[in-house]
C-alpha cells in the first residue's frame, strides 16, 4: 500500500538509532538505480517539484559511481535534467526553486572531479547531445525570464547561482563547452537590466558582475565572444552607472574593512606607542599588514578592468559620484525579512552610517590600490596588485580619462594608505587638500616604489608604475598642462631606486636586468629635462630639478660606471647596459657643466658649503652655456595591449575566481518554511 504524501520512513543508522528519511530520497534511490518512477503516473513530476529537494543527497549518491556506471545512468539523468528545466516555467515558485536545486545537484554531482575536465561528457550526460542544443535554450530562456521578471530575491539569486555553477564546471573557462551554449543564447540583457535597477543591483549586483566576468573571458583569445562585443558597445548611461555604482560599493566595503581594522581606539596615549614599539620588534611586517588585509577581489577588479578597457563610454562613469539609491516599499522583488537563498551582494552592501561616504569610483579604487599595494608576500596579492596597475595604465592613456584626472575644477580628498614600516607607522592621508585626481595616481606610485625597494624586488610592478607616471607626463606635456604637484617627492622616490639598485647589484643581477628599469627611471628625468618647461608648474620648479640631479651626481656618476663595465664585458645585459649609457648623456651633461662653477664658487664663499640658494643662483646664471643633446621618443611609450603579452596572466586569473567559487559556493538544502514564508510576502 502506498504511503500519502508526507509520509516518511525510518531508516536504520549505525548507532541503532532511528531517523527519518524523506520521501524524496526513496524517489531518488529509484531513480538512481536506473528505474523510473514517472511511468504510467501522469502527475508525477508535478508533485515531485513539489517536495523539498535534497541537494546534498544527490550530489553524494552520484558522487558514489564510477564513470562508467555514471554513463549506464545517462537516460535517468537526462529524465531528471529535462523535467527540472521543464518545471522552471512552473508558475508555482516553490517548484522553480526546487527544479533549480536539483538542476544545481546534478551539474555538480555530474562534474565533481572525474568529468570536469570533459565538457561533451558532461553534456551528454546530463542533457545528451541529441536534445541539448533545444533543452539547454529552452533553460536558458527561463532563467532569463526568472533573473528579470517579477520573482523573489532568493529566485533570483539561486537563479545566478546555478549561471555560475554552469560557467565554473571547469578550472579553465574556455574549456567548458556549456558556456558555448550561453554564447549563444545571451543572458547579458538580463544581467544589464538587474544592474539598471536600482534595487536589482543591490540584491543581486555582485553575483551579475562575477558571471558577466566569466562570460567576457571565455574564449577571449579564440573565436568572436559576443559578450565582449556587447560590453563594448555599451552605451545605457543608467546600466553604466549602475555597474559603476556595484564596484564602487564592493570596493568602498573593502576598504571601510580595513579602515576599521586600523582604527586605533587608545590613539595617542603613552601605553598604546610603548605597546606598538614593542609590537613592531617582534612582530614581521608582513605579518602585521595581513592581519588588517583586505582579501584581494579579482572578480571585482576583472569586471572594471573589461569596462575601462573594452567601454570607452564607462571612461565618462569614473568621474561620478556614486551615491545610494533610496530603499523601496518591499515589492515582488523584495522582502522585509533576509532572504532564504542569501546572495554574496548582501555582504558588500554598503553601511550608509559609516564614517566612509560611498564617493568617485575613481577615489575609492585609488584608496583600494593603496591598501592591497602594501603587501606582495603572495601570489593572490601579487595578481590583485598587477591588475591593478593594469587599470590604472589604462586610464592613464585613455584622453579623455587624462582630461578629468587633470582637470583643476575636478578636484578630490583621496585618503590613501601607506604601508607600515619599522621606521613609521601606518598612516592615512585624511587631511589631504582636494587636489585633481592625478595628483592622488603619482602619489600612490610614488609610495609604491618608496615601500617596495626588495630584494625580491618586484621589477614587473616597478616597470608598470613607471609606465604610468610616463603616461601622465606624456599627456601633460602634449596639452601643456602645469599639474601643482610636489616633483620633488617624485624625484627623490626615483633616485632612491636608482641608489637601491646600485647597491644592490650583486644581489639583482643575477636574476633580473636591472639595466632596463634604470633606463625607464633615468628616460623619465631625460622627459623633465627635455620638455619639463612645458609641463612644470614654475620656473622655479625646473631650476629644482637641476639642483635634485646636482645634488645627487654621485649616484648618476655611479650608474654610469655601472652601464660602462657592464656594456663591454659582452654579458647577457650588454645591450641594455649600452642603452643605459646613451639615456644618461644628459644627465651627465648637466652634471659636468655645472658642478665645476659650483665648486668653483664654493671654494671663494666664505661659507663652509653652498646654501640651495646659492646653487640655484648659479644653475640660473648658467643655462645660457649649457649643451644638451636632443633625444628621439621621449614623448613616445608603447599602448597597453592585452594580447600576447598578459594572456597568459588573465587566464590565470579567470581560474583563480573560478576555483575560488567554487571552494565558496553553497548549494544548500533549503528549508521549505523559510521560502514558503517569503513567498507569502509577495503582493
Known amino acids: 500500500m502506498p504511503r500519502a504524501k508526507n509520509q516518511a520512513v525510518l531508516r536504520q543508522k549505525s548507532n541503532s538509532k532511528m531517523e527519518l528519511k524523506e520521501k524524496i530520497i526513496d524517489i531518488y534511490d529509484v531513480f538512481l538505480q536506473g528505474k523510473d518512477p514517472s511511468r504510467d503516473n501522469p502527475n508525477f513530476w508535478d508533485e515531485f517539484f513539489l517536495l523539498k529537494a535534497n541537494v546534498k543527497y544527490i550530489e553524494s549518491e552520484i558522487n558514489k559511481f564510477s564513470v562508467e ?27 522553480i526553486i526546487n527544479s533549480l536545486q536539483t538542476l544545481c545537484a546534478l551539474v555538480r554531482g555530474v562534474c565533481k572531479d572525474r568529468l570536469a575536465d570533459n ?258 608576500k603572495d601570489t593572490q596579492r601579487y595578481s590583485n596588485t598587477k591588475l591593478c596597475l593594469i587599470i590604472i595604465s589604462c586610464i592613464a592613456e585613455d584622453q579623455y580619462a587624462n582630461y578629468f584626472l587633470h582637470d583643476a575644477n575636478l578636484a578630490f580628498r583621496v585618503p590613501l594608505h601607506r604601508a607600515p614600516m619599522r621606521h613609521r607607522k601606518p598612516v592615512t592621508e585624511r587631511d589631504v587638500s582636494p587636489r585633481p585626481l592625478a595628483c592622488a595616481v603619482l602619489d600612490l606610485m610614488v609610495e609604491f616604489i618608496m615601500s617596495h625597494m626588495m630584494k625580491a624586488l618586484p621589477q614587473e610592478l616597478l616597470m608598470m608604475s613607471l609606465g604610468i607616471i610616463h603616461r601622465l607626463m606624456c599627456y601633460q606635456k602634449k596639452c601643456r598642462v602645469r599639474l601643482q604637484y610636489p616633483w620633488k617627492d617624485l624625484w627623490t622616490a626615483l633616485i632612491s631606486l636608482l641608489k637601491y639598485l646600485l647597491s644592490n647589484e650583486s644581489v639583482l643581477l643575477p636574476t633580473q636586468n636591472i639595466f632596463e628599469l634604470a633606463c625607464k627611471v633615468v628616460n623619465l628625468f631625460n622627459l623633465f629635462i627635455t620638455y619639463g618647461d612645458t609641463f612644470l608648474p614654475t620656473a622655479g620648479s625646473y631650476d629644482a630639478l637641476y639642483y635634485e ?9 655611479n650608474l654610469y660606471s655601472l652601464a660602462l663595465r657592464y656594456s663591454t664585458n659582452g654579458g647577457e645585459y650588454r645591450n641594455t647596459a649600452t642603452k643605459l649609457t646613451n639615456c644618461l648623456v644628459n644627465v651627465r651633461a648637466i652634471v659636468n657643466h655645472f658642478t665645476p662653477k659650483v665648486d668653483s664658487c664654493s671654494a671663494v664663499s666664505p ?19 649649457l649643451t644638451l643633446k636632443l633625444q628621439d621618443s621621449l614623448d613616445q611609450y608603447e599602448r597597453y595591449a592585452e594580447k600576447p603579452k598578459q594572456s597568459a596572466f588573465f587566464t590565470e586569473l579567470v581560474r583563480s575566481i573560478v576555483l575560488k567559487f567554487r571552494h565558496t559556493i553553497t548549494v544548500t538544502n533549503l528549508e521549505q518554511q523559510s521560502v514558503l514564508e517569503e513567498f507569502s510576502t509577495i503582493q
Request: charged share 15%.
Open 119 to 376: 565538457s561533451f561528457d558532461v553534456i551528454d550526460t546530463l542533457v545528451g547531445f541529441d536534445h541539448a542544443e533545444e533543452v539547454l535554450q529552452d533553460m536558458i530562456q527561463s532563467l532569463n525570464t526568472v533573473l528579470v521578471g517579477d520573482f523573489s530575491v532568493s529566485l533570483k539569486n539561486l537563479t545566478l547561482r546555478f549561471l555560475l555553477v554552469l560557467a565554473t564546471i571547469t578550472d579553465n573557462v574556455s574549456q567548458n563547452t556549456l558556456m558555448e551554449y550561453m554564447m549563444i543564447n545571451s543572458v547579458f540583457e538580463s544581467l544589464i537590466t538587474i544592474l539598471s535597477n536600482p534595487v536589482g543591483r543591490q540584491d543581486h549586483g555582485y553575483e551579475a558582475l562575477l558571471l558577466l566576468a566569466i562570460l567576457v573571458n571565455y574564449r577571449k583569445y579564440e573565436s568572436a565572444n559576443p559578450y565582449i562585443v556587447k560590453l563594448s558597445i555599451l552605451d545605457d548611461e543608467v546600466a553604466l552607472t549602475g555597474l559603476g555604482w556595484v564596484i564602487s560599493s564592493v570596493l568602498t566595503n573593502h576598504n571601510q574593512k580595513y579602515q576599521q581594522t586600523t582604527e586605533d581606539p587608545a590613539k595617542g596615549s603613552w601605553f598604546n606607542t610603548i605597546s606598538s614599539m614593542v609590537g613592531h620588534m617582534f612582530v614581521p611586517e608582513s605579518v602585521e599588514v595581513r592581519s588588517r588585509g583586505v582579501e584581494p577581489d579579482n572578480a571585482i577588479l576583472l569586471v572594471l578592468y573589461e569596462s575601462v578597457h573594452l567601454n570607452r563610454n564607462f571612461i565618462s562613469i569614473l568621474a561620478h559620484n556614486h551615491t545610494e539609491p533610496v530603499s523601496p516599499q518591499p515589492t515582488a522583488s523584495t522582502s522585509p525579512k533576509s532572504p532564504a537563498v542569501p546572495g554574496a551582494a548582501q555582504k558588500f552592501h554598503y553601511d550608509p552610517n559609516s564614517m566612509e561616504p560611498l564617493m568617485n569610483i575613481q577615489v575609492t579604487f585609488l584608496c583600494y590600490c593603496s591598501i592591497i599595494m602594501q603587501d606582495l
Open 607 to 625: 661659507q663652509p658649503s653652498l646654501s640651495e640658494e646659492q646653487v640655484l643662483e648659479v644653475v640660473r646664471s648658467n643655462y645660457d652655456t
Open 69 to 95: 556506471n555514471l554513463f549506464r545512468l545517462k537516460d535517468t539523468i537526462n529524465n531528471l535534467f529535462y523535467h527540472a528545466v521543464a518545471g522552471l516555467k512552473d508558475e508555482y515558485p516553490i517548484r
Open 549 to 557: 640631479i646636482i645634488r645627487m651626481h654621485q649616484v648618476f656618476d
